[in-house]
């Protein structure tokens, strides 16, 4: 348990609530219910070993801080999670009824274990141990089931690694859900660009033919789509969507928009992730603090070229 003042406010609640959630109870030296609740905040916040951190604000000594959360009677406890109060209940409180209310919004272990495994992947992935970096995001995804971020990662890996059949599979939940994610429609395409290579004979051609074929007939949407594939495949992103393009401004309805979906999806996996933590902005410290590296470079590259192209699309459907 951390004790807060106006000093410390900002550094032990706000910013510390980014990273991990942080419960304050709002408590008085007179009050006798509050005597009650510490020592099973206390057991509690031990138990859940690192999940939530606890902080006490004397009203009293700090009624700057009370009057900011419009506390009128202690004990109140307010959660705190990425820098602003989710929850909170007022009154002393069993062991039992905290336990309820944590449970309702503190991640569980096998979600932090997930997210730590991910992380650790992410950093074998950039030191090119992929087989370590799949391990690492299979155990994830058997901790976390529901960790959208670690299943997104492993199928992306899988597919670049050339286990299509194990990336179908793990694909099969998702795109079951209505609406179906983006992010997971997105892959379903790459897959696809890449079993059109290994099936189709087409996916042995070498560029020149598929321009040959194409400057007979301009509307042959069906190579166009073919060789966008192949590029698509190959890595080849915005080629593949030049491809894409010729053929949804000469025909946006052309085999069920496919070309359309095609485009969309590869948008979304060349898009740069998103911050995983509220409010943290790319590129900035938690007090707003610009920070310029070559990760931030490139994200703004990525963002450049994905709005770029977003407009593209947007003219030739319009």
Same mark, same amino acid.
């Given at each position: ?40 905040? *206390? ?7 690192? !999940? ?44 039992? /009824?905290?336990?309820?209310? +944590? ?13 730590? *495994? ?6 074998? %992935? *950039? ?13 994830? +995804? ?15 890996? +899988? ?21 179906k994610p983006l992010q997971f429609e997105a892959l379903q395409h790459w897959l696809q660009c890449m079993l059109?290579?290994? /099936?189709?004979? !087409? ?10 074929? %194409? ?75 610009? +920070? ?27």
């Amino acid at each position: 348990m951390i004790d807060i003042t106006v000093e410390n406010f900002e550094s032990e609640v706000v910013a510390a609530s980014m990273a991990t959630p942080v419960l304050v109870d709002f408590w008085a030296t007179w009050c006798g219910p509050c005597k009650t609740l510490v020592p099973t905040l *206390e057991k509690l916040e031990a138990a859940y070993a690192g !999940r939530f951190k606890l902080a006490k604000v004397d009203v009293d000594a700090n009624q700057q801080i009370a009057g900011m959360f419009g506390i009128r009677s202690v004990p109140t406890c307010v959660l705190m999670v990425g820098g602003k109060p989710v929850d909170g209940f007022m009154g002393a409180q069993t062991e039992g /009824q905290v336990r309820e209310f +944590l449970d309702k919004h503190l991640p569980s272990e096998g979600e932090l274990m997930a997210e730590s *495994e991910v992380d650790e992947a992410q950093q074998l %992935i *950039e030191s090119g141990d992929t087989q370590a970096a799949l391990q690492k995001l299979a155990d994830a +995804l058997t901790a976390d089931p529901s960790n959208d971020d670690a299943r997104f990662d492993y199928v992306r890996l +899988l597919i670049a690694s050339g286990d299509y059949e194990q990336a179908a599979s793990l694909l099969h939940e998702p795109l079951k859900r209505i609406p179906k994610p983006l992010q997971f429609e997105a892959l379903q395409h790459w897959l696809q660009c890449m079993l059109f290579v290994q /099936q189709d004979e !087409r996916g042995n051609w070498e560029l020149a033919q598929f321009d040959a074929a %194409i400057a007979q007939n301009k509307r042959d949407f069906d190579t166009r789509f073919a060789k966008a594939q192949v590029l698509a495949a190959e890595g080849q992103w915005t080629a593949a969507m030049d491809e894409l393009l010729e053929i949804i401004m000469r025909d946006k309805e052309w085999n069920g928009q496919v070309a359309r979906k095609l485009f969309v999806g590869i948008l979304e996996l060349l898009a740069p992730a998103k911050p995983k933590k509220p409010d943290a902005v790319p590129g900035k410290t938690a007090g707003g603090i610009e +920070l310029l590296g070559k990760n931030t470079a490139e994200q703004d590259q990525a963002t450049a070229l994905v709005n770029s192209y977003r407009r593209k699309l947007s003219m030739a459907l319009n």
